[in-house]
């Protein structure tokens, strides 16, 4: 069996590819701004975040969890021989993230839930548009623009692990055995940043194609606070 | 109609304080020596620092008198006599007094008559609010002169007593004592004119983007130290109330403090999608913020989007004069002027980052010669 394809991180960007990396890095610091303005993340940053917050927003993660090793999946499969190296990237992602969920399960338990009421929990309303907006982009023919998506959740996935773990360990008198999901996302942040920067320069060739990846991010970033606003909706 | 920043003034208090010395002068608290300080001096790289108090707690200089100064020393060398400003426009985090605006206070050490007068309220950035409002004055055409002068005085606040009176050494957390070794005192002034003048700075822009909307209070004093308080400094029956539950506390919460590095790549970004700042054409960056606040990921990402500013070309004496608010980068413009490096055609960025609830201004020059 051959190796799979790679992609490498260029020396430097095009200048298409740099418009499209600094309009990503503002989509960025947009949703994190958008992420301070929801309730419970902002209980979070004043501290008055508690443990039945925490399993709130377990219990609202979950179902996007699940739903991301299959929107990764398609869009794995959407891509054409011509994409077969941005496939191969994809396909690996894919098979890295499929079973998260099983340890916010478990996160959920030891942080006082108990298992049935999360496996039963249903998507809230901002994770049904999330979801659905994420299978509609990855079921077009070679979903480019996914990148968008990529770097808003993977971003999100390192905020999580570098901030949001120790402060919910640090408010709820937690000591990491129930913060394991969040703080899984941390590692490798310079080979994502390098997939990422590969990625950039080889599906940024148009300015189409640039600002579908950006508007993929934007829309991304507001459905996935539209899915924590409803957490403080929603009953556990 | 162009304004152009004709001459520059600082003022530091008394002799440069170091590392070593500065806890004998600000005094032990309950006796004891701070846990924290190696610690957070190390994270901001500060060496000297000027303070307008003595080791017995006496004020040297009050804040209006250090504001007075600079502008004194900033219109030593300038073309018009003092009584002929148009404009003064003042910022500072806390006057001497409450109430009246800091402004009038300066006014009057000054001796300027019939001035039209601004203060600005704020912390650091309230420096860039002083700029562009006596910028704008200048614009629309209803002066020709601005006076601009920001000073700080925060040394009063970091007096041992202040925290023994807020429960002592046990009771004082990281965040209540970072600020305590990281800010300091001191005064700087600019003249604005619609005519140039020898060798000078022309204002291209100022522009600033605040973001209190998305983030609680970062740095502050009035909040108690009991977060489920909700009352703030006022709220208390007595004064002597407020300062025993930590209201009148300066504090920094430090887990907030990152967004500003955030914050201020966004700005910049924001601006060069607007056409209006061209980072390569920057030749140098002068912020209070030291650059390795932007180094690692951060900014090999500015890099790899071609927004990056090379070491090289950055300014700050933040290390030999401190951190002094929103004085801060009057007080860089004066001695980085001084130094004579700029040429005429180079291009100049301020960096005013303000933590407080987040608010980041810019300002662009460019050095001009009649």
Redesign the interface.
Same mark, same amino acid.
């Given at each position: 069996m051959s190796e799979a394809l790679q992609i490498e991180r260029p020396d430097v960007l095009t200048e298409l590819g740099q418009e499209t990396l600094r309009r990503l890095m503002r989509s960025w610091f947009d949703f994190e701004r958008r992420l301070s303005r929801v309730n419970i993340i902002n209980r979070l940053d004043v501290g008055s975040f508690t443990i039945e917050d925490y399993r709130s927003l377990l219990l609202n993660l979950r179902p996007q969890v699940i739903e991301g090793g299959r929107w990764i999946s398609r869009c794995a499969s959407s891509f054409d021989r011509e994409h077969a190296d941005v496939r191969s990237v994809v396909i690996g992602h894919a098979k890295d993230e499929h079973r998260d969920y099983e340890v916010l399960e478990q996160d959920y338990v030891a942080a006082g839930g108990k298992i049935d009421v999360i496996q039963q929990q249903p998507r809230n309303p901002g994770t049904e548009a999330l979801h659905a907006f994420l299978m509609y982009r990855a079921s077009q023919p070679n979903p480019a623009d996914l990148l968008g998506a990529m770097w808003i959740i993977e971003g999100l996935g390192e905020k999580m692990a570098n901030d949001w773990a120790d402060r919910i360990d640090e408010l709820t008198n937690g000591n990491g055995s129930y913060t394991k999901f969040m703080r899984y996302h941390g590692d490798n942040d310079d080979s994502h940043m390098d997939k990422l920067y590969g990625l950039i320069d080889r599906v940024c060739n148009d300015v189409q194609a640039a600002d579908d990846i950006v508007r993929t991010a934007d829309v991304v970033g507001r459905l996935y606070t539209m899915q924590l606003e409803e957490i403080d909706y929603v009953d556990e | 109609m162009s304004v152009y920043v004709t001459n520059t003034g600082a003022f530091l208090p008394g002799p440069p304080v170091s590392n070593e010395e500065m806890e004998e002068l600000l005094g032990y608290i309950d006796g004891k020596k701070s846990r924290l300080k190696q610690r957070i001096l190390k994270a901001n790289g500060i060496k000297t620092r000027h303070y307008a108090i003595d080791k017995d707690h006496n004020t040297t200089h009050s804040n209006a008198d250090m504001g007075v100064e600079a502008a004194r020393q900033c219109m030593q060398q300038a073309s018009l006599p003092m009584n002929k400003i148009g404009m003064l426009s003042c910022a500072t985090t806390q006057g001497d007094m409450v109430i009246p605006g800091f402004g009038s206070m300066v006014q009057a050490g000054l001796g300027i008559p019939d001035v039209e007068l601004h203060t600005s309220h704020g912390i650091c950035s309230s420096s860039a609010m002083a700029i562009k409002s006596a910028v704008n004055n200048l614009l629309v055409g209803d002066q020709s002169s601005a006076l601009v002068v920001t000073s700080e005085l925060s040394s009063r606040l970091f007096k041992h007593t202040r925290y023994e009176a807020a429960g002592g050494y046990d009771t004082i957390d990281f965040n209540a004592e970072f600020l305590r070794w990281m800010l300091s005192d001191g005064a700087g002034a600019m003249l604005l004119e619609t005519q140039p003048r020898g060798r000078c700075l022309k204002v291209d822009w100022v522009r600033s983007f605040s973001?209190a %909307? +998305?983030?609680?209070v970062c740095m502050g004093i009035g909040k108690p130290s009991d977060? *489920?308080d909700s009352r703030t400094w006022q709220d208390y029956s007595t004064y002597a109330e407020a300062e025993a539950a930590g209201a009148l506390l300066i504090k920094q919460d430090v887990? =907030?403090l990152e *967004?500003i590095v955030? =914050?201020g790549? %966004?700005g910049a =970004?924001?601006l060069? /999608?607007e056409g209006v700042l061209d980072i390569s054409k920057i030749d140098h960056l002068l912020c209070h913020y030291s650059s390795h606040h932007f180094r690692d990921?951060i900014y /090999?990402?500015l890099e790899? +989007?071609? +927004?990056g500013i090379p070491e090289e070309k950055w300014y700050t004496n933040l290390y030999t004069r401190g951190n002094t608010g929103c004085a801060s980068i009057m007080i860089m413009l004066n001695e980085f002027l001084q130094e004579q490096r700029v040429q005429p055609g180079d291009t100049l960025l301020l960096m005013i980052p303000e933590s407080g609830r987040f608010n980041n201004a810019y300002m662009h020059l460019t050095m001009v010669e009649q």
């Amino acid at each position: 069996m051959s190796e799979a394809l790679q992609i490498e991180r260029p020396d430097v960007l095009t200048e298409l590819g740099q418009e499209t990396l600094r309009r990503l890095m503002r989509s960025w610091f947009d949703f994190e701004r958008r992420l301070s303005r929801v309730n419970i993340i902002n209980r979070l940053d004043v501290g008055s975040f508690t443990i039945e917050d925490y399993r709130s927003l377990l219990l609202n993660l979950r179902p996007q969890v699940i739903e991301g090793g299959r929107w990764i999946s398609r869009c794995a499969s959407s891509f054409d021989r011509e994409h077969a190296d941005v496939r191969s990237v994809v396909i690996g992602h894919a098979k890295d993230e499929h079973r998260d969920y099983e340890v916010l399960e478990q996160d959920y338990v030891a942080a006082g839930g108990k298992i049935d009421v999360i496996q039963q929990q249903p998507r809230n309303p901002g994770t049904e548009a999330l979801h659905a907006f994420l299978m509609y982009r990855a079921s077009q023919p070679n979903p480019a623009d996914l990148l968008g998506a990529m770097w808003i959740i993977e971003g999100l996935g390192e905020k999580m692990a570098n901030d949001w773990a120790d402060r919910i360990d640090e408010l709820t008198n937690g000591n990491g055995s129930y913060t394991k999901f969040m703080r899984y996302h941390g590692d490798n942040d310079d080979s994502h940043m390098d997939k990422l920067y590969g990625l950039i320069d080889r599906v940024c060739n148009d300015v189409q194609a640039a600002d579908d990846i950006v508007r993929t991010a934007d829309v991304v970033g507001r459905l996935y606070t539209m899915q924590l606003e409803e957490i403080d909706y929603v009953d556990e | 109609m162009s304004v152009y920043v004709t001459n520059t003034g600082a003022f530091l208090p008394g002799p440069p304080v170091s590392n070593e010395e500065m806890e004998e002068l600000l005094g032990y608290i309950d006796g004891k020596k701070s846990r924290l300080k190696q610690r957070i001096l190390k994270a901001n790289g500060i060496k000297t620092r000027h303070y307008a108090i003595d080791k017995d707690h006496n004020t040297t200089h009050s804040n209006a008198d250090m504001g007075v100064e600079a502008a004194r020393q900033c219109m030593q060398q300038a073309s018009l006599p003092m009584n002929k400003i148009g404009m003064l426009s003042c910022a500072t985090t806390q006057g001497d007094m409450v109430i009246p605006g800091f402004g009038s206070m300066v006014q009057a050490g000054l001796g300027i008559p019939d001035v039209e007068l601004h203060t600005s309220h704020g912390i650091c950035s309230s420096s860039a609010m002083a700029i562009k409002s006596a910028v704008n004055n200048l614009l629309v055409g209803d002066q020709s002169s601005a006076l601009v002068v920001t000073s700080e005085l925060s040394s009063r606040l970091f007096k041992h007593t202040r925290y023994e009176a807020a429960g002592g050494y046990d009771t004082i957390d990281f965040n209540a004592e970072f600020l305590r070794w990281m800010l300091s005192d001191g005064a700087g002034a600019m003249l604005l004119e619609t005519q140039p003048r020898g060798r000078c700075l022309k204002v291209d822009w100022v522009r600033s983007f605040s973001h209190a %909307d +998305a983030y609680p209070v970062c740095m502050g004093i009035g909040k108690p130290s009991d977060k *489920n308080d909700s009352r703030t400094w006022q709220d208390y029956s007595t004064y002597a109330e407020a300062e025993a539950a930590g209201a009148l506390l300066i504090k920094q919460d430090v887990r =907030l403090l990152e *967004n500003i590095v955030k =914050l201020g790549v %966004d700005g910049a =970004l924001r601006l060069i /999608e607007e056409g209006v700042l061209d980072i390569s054409k920057i030749d140098h960056l002068l912020c209070h913020y030291s650059s390795h606040h932007f180094r690692d990921k951060i900014y /090999e990402m500015l890099e790899m +989007a071609g +927004a990056g500013i090379p070491e090289e070309k950055w300014y700050t004496n933040l290390y030999t004069r401190g951190n002094t608010g929103c004085a801060s980068i009057m007080i860089m413009l004066n001695e980085f002027l001084q130094e004579q490096r700029v040429q005429p055609g180079d291009t100049l960025l301020l960096m005013i980052p303000e933590s407080g609830r987040f608010n980041n201004a810019y300002m662009h020059l460019t050095m001009v010669e009649q």
